[in-house]
């Protein structure tokens, strides 16, 4: 990898499609240091080998080089509130639980019940031992072994209990996210965090819960689902109908790499139309579309946008006041861009925190089982925890979706957001199928240099995780 500036190429704007950066410039309050920063590096890999989306041994090599030995998110503290409170964390055919072990310690163990294999944590659970649902083998939240039914039967474990302590992983947090690290000998995690803490400071996501929640299984590689949301060129055809208010052309990327931490962002301009419409496209009516975008996800009525002149700044201020009554909250801090806009992070190998109000998701892609050829998506909102003492919401039950289950329907906390990603959810198979089946002509997949830089970047790294050159 090579060090450089943040990209020089200029995406194309129009009349009525300005570039992120004069939007910054119009904005009614002060940026945060995260929007003024720009990146530092920018990948020098164009060609991906189709294979290491589909190939069992690339996904061996994943599970040895990858899983087994990065930093990578698995739950949010309010996930378990109490202690005793645990929840899975499966990736692959690993499985491990997070378990809260005092008020502000976690422990991370395998799943495994070290007598005869039972996985011992199978959903949200809690209580003051960890209980085997096989036999009753029970253990302490700090993974000491408590009880063992006809321990007299067992004089190999009742001689030497010390060995018999629940195996653990590496644990840190961040924001109110869980890490862990099955490697004993992994790095400190802070350094991996990258610009993450500096950027997301002011945002605070610790003071955010998660209000919604959805796990959705993909026939598609979890590299396939992860890259579909690392750039905004498929909405030209993807989301068409979001096109009158979406920048997707003028989306700006950013790439940060240190070569401990490897973080990507992407910022998509929401209230103006795309490039793609043309000059004679409406500010107006871009600007109208969001409104109505964000209203049915609040439950509240859209603000009427009557010119583009002031559009932005009056639909930022119905957001302020709307989300300010909500929630017993001052927001008048947040500039336009926090409110209006999407900012998407990305922490190598698979976490997507956003930033700002404006769309503050977080996704999580995993491989699913042993099959290289299926992935898991885990989407969460966070909300601001609401003000004048209110006590903190629970984090919401995850809703689970099959193979074959859209988000419309299923989870009315996502509003218009159910229609967008089931649009996603679509290629998503035809992707995979393309891949598996691309003819010996077909030697890589090819990227755009700016665009599709976060992907190439991805690939970069990961190549060299699992020891891979170019076009392998």
Not at 7 to 19: D, F, L, M, T
Not at 374 to 395: C, E, F, H, T, Y
Request: net charge negative; proline share 8%; hydrophobic share 35%.
């Amino acid at each position: 990898m090579k060090d450089a500036k943040s990209s020089q190429i200029k995406a194309p704007v129009s009349k009525v499609s300005p570039s992120v950066e004069d939007l910054f410039d119009q904005d009614s309050r002060p940026l945060p240091v995260a929007l003024k920063s720009r990146g530092n590096y920018e990948p020098g890999l164009k060609r991906i080998s189709p294979r290491r989306y589909y190939d069992p041994a690339v996904a061996k090599l994943e599970k040895e080089r990858l899983w087994l030995k990065t930093w990578q998110f698995a739950c949010r503290e309010e996930d378990i509130p109490e202690i005793g409170d645990r929840v899975p964390y499966d990736v692959g055919d690993l499985s491990f639980f997070i378990v809260r072990s005092a008020e502000n310690k976690f422990k991370a163990f395998y799943n495994t019940c070290l007598h005869r294999g039972t996985r011992l944590c199978d959903g949200q659970g809690g209580g003051e031992h960890i209980r085997c649902p096989f036999h009753g083998w029970e253990w302490n939240t700090d993974g000491s072994l408590h009880h063992v039914p006809s321990a007299w039967d067992f004089p190999i474990v009742t001689d030497k209990p010390d060995e018999f302590r629940l195996p653990e992983a590496q644990v840190a947090t961040w924001g109110g996210f869980i890490f862990i690290n099955p490697d004993p000998d992994a790095r400190p995690f802070e350094p991996n965090l990258g610009v993450l803490p500096e950027h997301f400071r002011s945002w605070e996501p610790e003071n955010h819960f998660t209000y919604a929640h959805v796990s959705k299984r993909i026939n598609a590689n979890w590299k396939v689902a992860l890259e579909a949301f690392l750039e905004s060129y498929h909405v030209v055809e993807t989301h068409s109908d979001a096109l009158p208010f979406t920048g997707d052309v003028t989306t700006q990327y950013d790439i940060w790499d240190d070569g401990v931490s490897h973080i990507s962002r992407l910022i998509t301009p929401l209230g103006v139309p795309s490039v793609h419409l043309g000059d004679e496209a409406s500010r107006e009516a871009a600007l109208q579309g969001v409104a109505m975008f964000m209203a049915m996800g609040a439950g509240v009525e859209p603000v009427k946008i009557d010119s583009a002149e002031d559009g932005r700044s009056k639909l930022a201020e119905w957001r302020r006041q709307t989300m300010g009554t909500a929630l017993q909250r001052d927001f008048s801090h947040l500039s336009d861009a926090e409110l209006v806009d999407t900012v998407q992070y990305f922490m190598f190998p698979n976490f997507c925190p956003w930033y700002g109000e404006g769309l503050p998701l977080v996704y999580q892609f995993l491989p699913y089982g042993d099959d290289p050829n299926q992935s898991v998506m885990n989407i969460r909102i966070l909300a601001p925890v609401p003000g004048n003492g209110a006590p903190r919401p629970p984090s919401a039950q995850i809703v689970e979706l099959g193979l074959d289950d859209p988000f419309t329907g299923n989870v009315p906390e996502f509003g218009a957001l159910t229609h967008v990603v089931d649009q996603d959810m679509v290629n998503m198979p035809s992707i995979q199928k393309g891949l598996k089946g691309a003819s010996r002509s077909m030697h890589s997949v090819v990227l755009g240099r700016y665009q599709e830089c976060r992907i190439a970047h991805f690939h970069e790294v990961l190549g060299k995780v699992l020891g891979l050159a170019e076009g392998e």
